[in-house]
C-alpha cells in the first residue's frame, strides 16, 4: 500500500522555539517512518517582512540545523528550501485566479500582519494562505501537521482545491486535512501570558531551541504567576495552564502529577515549580541545541541536505504541474 503523503513548511523568520518543536517539529519526527514526507523551508514566505538578504542564508540553513537536532532523518524525508522547487510559485500563480480578494482580507493572520506592520501590506501578506496552499497541494498532500493557529489557512487550502476540482477535474487535488496525533491541538504561549511563543516577537518570553542553559534558567523564573488558586480544584489562567503544559511536555509524569495535585490543593509553590521546569527544559534544550551548532558548522552538508531535499521533492512537483496545465488547458505543444 502506498504511504500517505504529509507536507509541513517552517518559515526562516529566525530562531526556532518551543511552539516550533511541539507544535510541528515533534510531529514531524513520529510521521517520517511511517509516511511519505516532504517538508520545507518556507523561505519564499519570510520574504513578506523584507529580511535582510544578509541574514536569509543563515536562517534557513539553522532552519535545517535544528529540524534534524529535533530527531528528523533526511534518509526518510525530503527536508528542502521553498525556493528550489519552481513548480510551487507556478501552482501559486494558477491558485491566485482562484482566490478571492474578499475571502483573503477576512484572515485572521492577514488582519494582525496589517495591524503590526501597517507600513508594509503587500500582496504577499494578502496572498500568504494561496501560496500555503500551493506548498501542501503541490505534492498532493492530505496530512498537515501544523499548529493550531495554521487551521484556518488549511481550511482555505482545502476550498482551493475542491474550487480547481469542480472547474477542470472532480478528482485532481485530494482535501488535505491537518494532522496531530493528540486529540488536542498544542499552542505554547508565550511566558508573560500576551500570545504566542514566536520567532519574530516575545523574544524574551519565548524559549529558542538555541537558548543557553542560563537563559533558559532566567526566562522560566520570570515567566508570569499570580497570587494561586484560593478554592480547591479552580480553573487555571491560560498563562499557569501554560506551565503546565510545558511541565507536562519536559518533565516525568510524576512531577507531573505532584504540582498539578498541588494546584489542585491550593498549595501551589510557584517558585518551586518554576525551579523544576528550568532544570528539566535545560536538559530538555541542550542537547538539541548542542547538536544543531555543530550541525550548523559544516555549510557544504546542509547544502547537499538541500540539494538531495529539493531533488526528492521534484519529481511528484512536475507532475503536479503537468497534470494542472493539461486540465487548465495550458498544452499547446
Ligand atoms: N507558539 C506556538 N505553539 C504551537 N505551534 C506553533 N507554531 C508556531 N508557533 C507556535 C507552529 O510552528 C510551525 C511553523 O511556524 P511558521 O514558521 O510557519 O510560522 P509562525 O506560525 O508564524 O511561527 P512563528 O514562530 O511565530 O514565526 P513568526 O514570528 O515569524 O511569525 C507551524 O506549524 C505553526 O503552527
Known amino acids: 500500500?502506498?504511504?500517505?503523503?504529509?507536507?509541513?513548511?517552517?518559515?526562516?523568520?529566525?530562531?526556532?522555539?518551543?511552539?516550533?518543536?511541539?507544535?510541528?517539529?515533534?510531529?514531524?519526527?513520529k510521521m517520517?517512518?511511517?509516511?511519505?514526507?516532504?517538508?520545507?523551508?518556507?523561505?519564499?514566505?519570510?520574504?513578506t517582512t523584507h529580511p535582510d538578504p544578509k541574514d536569509l542564508k543563515q536562517n534557513v540553513f539553522r532552519v535545517v540545523a535544528e529540524n534534524i537536532a529535533s530527531g528528523l532523518d533526511t534518509e526518510k524525508v525530503a527536508l528542502y528550501a521553498q525556493s528550489d522547487i519552481p513548480e510551487i510559485p507556478e501552482l501559486y500563480l494558477m491558485l491566485n485566479m482562484l482566490a478571492?480578494?474578499?475571502?483573503?482580507?477576512?484572515?485572521?493572520?492577514?488582519?494582525?500582519k496589517v495591524r503590526l506592520q501597517p507600513e508594509n501590506v503587500n500582496a504577499g501578506l494578502l496572498t500568504y494562505?494561496?501560496?500555503?496552499?500551493?506548498?501542501?497541494?503541490?505534492?498532493?498532500?492530505?496530512?498537515?501537521?501544523?499548529?493550531?493557529?495554521?487551521?484556518?489557512?488549511?481550511?482555505?487550502?482545502?476550498?482551493?482545491?475542491?474550487?480547481?476540482?469542480?472547474?477542470?477535474n472532480d478528482?485532481?487535488?485530494?482535501?488535505?486535512?491537518?494532522?496531530?496525533?493528540?486529540?488536542?491541538?498544542?499552542?505554547?504561549?508565550?511566558?508573560?501570558?500576551?500570545?504566542?511563543?514566536?520567532?519574530?516577537?516575545?523574544?524574551?518570553?519565548?524559549?529558542?531551541?538555541?537558548d543557553g542553559d542560563d537563559v533558559i534558567r532566567k526566562k522560566i523564573m520570570k515567566a508570569k504567576t499570580d497570587q494561586g488558586p484560593h478554592e480547591p480544584n479552580s480553573e487555571m489562567p491560560d498563562f499557569i495552564a501554560n506551565l503546565f503544559l510545558l511541565l507536562k511536555l519536559t518533565?516525568?509524569?510524576?512531577?507531573?502529577?505532584?504540582?498539578?495535585?498541588?494546584?489542585?490543593?491550593?498549595?501551589?509553590?510557584?517558585?518551586?515549580?518554576?525551579?523544576?521546569?528550568?532544570?528539566?527544559?535545560?536538559?530538555?534544550?541542550?542537547?538539541?541545541?548542542?547538536?544543531?551548532?555543530?550541525?550548523?558548522?559544516?555549510?557544504?552538508?546542509?547544502?547537499k541536505i538541500l540539494k538531495e531535499g529539493a531533488e526528492k521533492a521534484r519529481p511528484s512537483s512536475i507532475a503536479t504541474i503537468e497534470g494542472a496545465r493539461k486540465l487548465m488547458g495550458i498544452n499547446y505543444y
Open 171 to 210: 478528482e485532481f487535488f485530494p482535501e488535505p486535512h491537518v494532522f496531530r496525533f493528540n486529540k488536542e491541538a498544542v499552542r505554547i504561549m508565550s511566558l508573560d501570558g500576551d500570545g504566542k511563543m514566536s520567532k519574530s516577537e516575545n523574544v524574551n518570553a519565548t524559549i529558542y531551541l538555541s
Open 1 to 29: 500500500m502506498s504511504k500517505e503523503i504529509v507536507v509541513s513548511g517552517i518559515r526562516s523568520t529566525g530562531y526556532l522555539h518551543l511552539g516550533n518543536y511541539f507544535g510541528a517539529i515533534q510531529n514531524y519526527v
Open 251 to 303: 518533565a516525568t509524569e510524576d512531577i507531573y502529577n505532584q504540582y498539578l495535585n498541588a494546584y489542585k490543593d491550593c498549595n501551589i509553590r510557584y517558585g518551586d515549580m518554576k525551579k523544576q521546569l528550568a532544570e528539566d527544559m535545560v536538559a530538555f534544550v541542550r542537547p538539541i541545541r548542542e547538536k544543531a551548532a555543530e550541525l550548523q558548522k559544516d555549510e557544504d552538508a546542509i547544502r
Open 100 to 112: 478571492y480578494k474578499g475571502e483573503l482580507e477576512k484572515v485572521p493572520t492577514f488582519k494582525d
Open 129 to 168: 494562505p494561496v501560496l500555503m496552499s500551493a506548498d501542501i497541494l503541490i505534492h498532493r498532500a492530505t496530512k498537515v501537521p501544523v499548529g493550531k493557529d495554521q487551521e484556518q489557512h488549511l481550511e482555505m487550502a482545502r476550498n482551493f482545491a475542491n474550487r480547481f476540482n469542480k472547474r477542470y
Open 32 to 47: 517520517q517512518n511511517e509516511h511519505n514526507c516532504y517538508f520545507f523551508v518556507a523561505d519564499y514566505h519570510s520574504l
